[in-house]
């Protein structure tokens, strides 16, 4: 099993920047894909930025120039950076794995997918 705990957020005003990081630990051998996600109220919840295993990134167009998603393998982390803050950034932040197992060349890759607790990050005047 993977557990994963974010931290970081909290209240910050327009224009402002937090860090957000995420921990993980369990069995966590094979590939992982991770990935920040956010749902505000009411509101379905999206995929901000991702990561894969070797270090692709990609970010919604809402959040692109602003933040940057980063990790560090050797620490199980994952980070990230969210500059010019917005009040429509408001939203519960959650951290996710998605990780693929290779179970033989007949069996091929088997996938699991963890979610964080979430850390609520509020962006008002």
């Known amino acids: 099993q993977v557990q994963l705990v974010e931290s970081g957020g909290g209240l910050v005003q327009p224009g402002g920047s937090l860090r957000l990081s995420c921990a993980a630990s369990?069995?966590?051998?094979?590939?992982?894909?991770m990935g920040w996600y956010r749902q505000a109220p009411g509101k379905e919840r999206e995929l901000v930025a991702g990561v894969s295993s070797s270090g692709i990134t990609t970010y919604a167009d809402s959040v692109k120039g602003r933040f940057i998603i980063s990790r560090d393998n050797t620490k199980n982390m994952v980070y990230l950076q969210m500059n010019g803050l917005k009040p429509e950034d408001t939203a519960v932040y959650y951290c996710?794995?998605?990780?693929?197992?290779?179970?033989?060349?007949?069996?091929?890759?088997?996938?699991?997918?963890?979610w964080g607790q979430g850390t609520q990050v509020t962006v008002s005047s």
């Open positions: 369990g069995r966590i051998f094979g590939f992982n894909d």
């Open positions: 996710n794995m998605d990780l693929q197992r290779f179970r033989g060349f007949s069996d091929g890759f088997t996938r699991e997918n963890y």
